[in-house]
């Protein structure tokens, strides 16, 4: 028995894909997550590298994860393994603890909501690349949303991802113009319910709030929590009646990087939405509006790095946006 026990730890450590029977780590504190969106899997891939030498305890893929634009499941998939095929991001999967949750062009539409037909397939194929378990209860729930739990008392992490595509009504247009929608909703009522649950009596220290598209900005025309203002005031709304430790934003979609800051009354500290995008294209230089931006707008290719300093009073998050050849852009010092 002890020898077929021995066989079987070689074999694990032998298949690249063996992850299920990784040590447990999730009650060890964790200090370093790093986070990024719009991936093309035709495009070169320089961040990896980078990333991986960052030595993250967790990797977040914030959406458009793949741009796979799409009703076909045979064409999505495809896209997917090629992205996962990738080596240096298959040293990642190794070293790191995978997530996400996804955004438009991998859900398999652009700009698409709930009105996209195939979301129940695509949403198994998402989780086949983020090696979700078959016998996970992901795999039977609608919508992709997910919360994860790291660490012991006093030192645990709570990542929260929403899934703004499954429920989200559609947009509301002017010719190709969004504008706000007052009565539209983002989430669904099951997937609000749930979120209310995760951030009531959290015992965490630290949450951090994901979502494909930016929830702070106001001002821009393209997709974000705004397009949508009643659920976005709903969000801001929760977070001040539950008042979660240490919550911030990450998000993606944008194709640039930067940092929004804004005070919700109640809640006790500074709210952060920290956008990461993308790591394999991003905009031309350009100007645009958004009154709660902190520092300079990013459009260099990025990803995002938050460092939890445990033993500093107050609890402090340091989040960089970085890039390159270890490029630093922004640094963000987040006190709770």
């Not at 992850?19 to 719009?38: D, H, K, L, V, Y």
């Not at 996400?100 to 198994?124: A, F, I, L, T």
């Not at 709903?234 to 979660?244: E, I």
């Not at 809640?267 to 939405?273: A, E, I, K, N, V």
Request: charged share 25%; net charge neutral.
């Amino acid at each position: 028995m002890k020898h077929l026990i021995q066989v079987a730890v070689l074999s694990c450590v032998l298949l690249a894909n063996c992850r299920t029977n990784r040590p447990e780590t999730t009650q060890q504190p964790i200090t370093t997550i790093a986070f990024g969106s719009c991936s093309d899997q035709k495009r070169p891939q320089p961040l990896w590298d980078d990333i991986v030498a960052q030595k993250p305890n967790v990797w977040i893929w914030l959406g458009d994860n793949i741009y796979g634009d799409s009703e076909s499941m045979d064409t999505l998939r495809t896209k997917y393994d090629r992205q996962k095929s990738n080596p240096v991001y298959q040293q990642l999967r190794q070293a790191a603890k995978v997530i996400g949750v996804w955004d438009d062009h991998d859900y398999g539409v652009n700009d698409g909501g709930k009105e996209y037909p195939r979301r129940k397939e695509s949403q198994q194929l998402m989780l086949d690349f983020l090696d979700v378990p078959t016998t996970s209860p992901l795999r039977k729930q609608e919508g992709a949303y997910s919360s994860h739990t790291y660490g012991p008392k006093g030192k645990r992490v709570k990542v929260i991802l929403l899934d703004a595509r499954y429920f989200r009504d559609p947009l509301k247009k002017e010719g190709k113009t969004n504008v706000p929608d007052p009565s539209g909703d983002m989430l669904g009522d099951a997937q609000w319910r749930w979120l209310e649950n995760e951030l009531t009596n959290s015992d965490a220290d630290v949450h951090v709030i994901g979502s494909g598209v930016q929830v702070l900005p106001e001002e821009h025309v393209y997709e974000k929590w705004a397009n949508f203002p009643t659920a976005r005031q709903r969000l801001l709304d929760l977070l001040a009646k539950t008042k979660p430790k240490g919550a911030l934003f990450i998000s993606g979609d944008r194709h640039m990087a930067e940092v929004s800051k804004v005070n919700v009354p109640g809640l006790g500290y500074d709210l952060f939405d920290i956008t990461s995008s993308g790591l394999t294209h991003v905009s031309k230089a350009h100007e645009e509006p958004n009154k709660h931006r902190v520092g300079e707008m990013i459009t260099q290719l990025n990803y995002g790095l938050i460092t939890i300093d445990w033993a500093r009073k107050p609890l402090t998050a340091t989040v960089k946006i970085k890039g390159d050849n270890q490029a630093t852009y922004l640094t963000q010092a987040v006190e709770f």
